[in-house]
């Protein structure tokens, strides 16, 4: 694993952890809905066996509720611990562009604009940075 796939876990456990709502959200709303009903015909009592229908449905939210809170915790944490990481750099600019790119997940673009650099110079300071990333931390993501 390099530094840049190191740093780069907070996005995609942000994405997973988008995702894990997204459904929740959508399993929520088939819960919620109600079906519709066809009057022509002729009505039939029945009842659903024991253990069927909305009991499986409202599991299945709190099982997603409950995966999302441990990705949510995994990702404080590791948040944290990637702050920490990068604020134990030397130089300050190396700090602010890997802060931004990898914690705030911006653009490098963007990175440039608000540091008042050319994006070519965010380049390759953004490079530089991530080689004393890895010579200082290289142990947290050696395989």
């Known amino acids: 694993m390099t530094a840049k796939e ?3 876990q907070l996005h995609k456990a942000d994405v997973i952890i988008n995702q894990r709502i997204q459904e929740k959200t959508d399993l929520r709303a088939k819960f919620s809905s109600i079906g519709s009903f066809d009057y022509s015909k002729e009505r039939v009592q029945t009842s659903l066996p ?3 229908g909305y009991e499986k449905q409202i599991a299945k939210i709190i099982d997603l509720e409950n995966e999302i809170d441990g990705l949510i ?9 990637i702050i920490g990481q990068i604020h134990e750099l030397r130089n300050e600019k190396h700090i602010e562009i890997l802060y931004k790119r990898y914690v705030e997940n911006k653009r490098l673009e963007v990175v440039a604009a608000e540091m008042g650099y050319t994006f070519q110079y965010v380049v390759l300071l953004h490079g530089y940075a ?9 142990i947290y993501f050696q395989c």
């Open 73 to 81: 915790d995994g990702y404080i944490d590791l948040k944290h611990k």
């Open 130 to 138: 991530l080689k004393e990333f890895s010579e200082k931390h290289s």
């Open 6 to 8: 190191y740093l780069r």
């Open 50 to 52: 024991e253990g069927a």
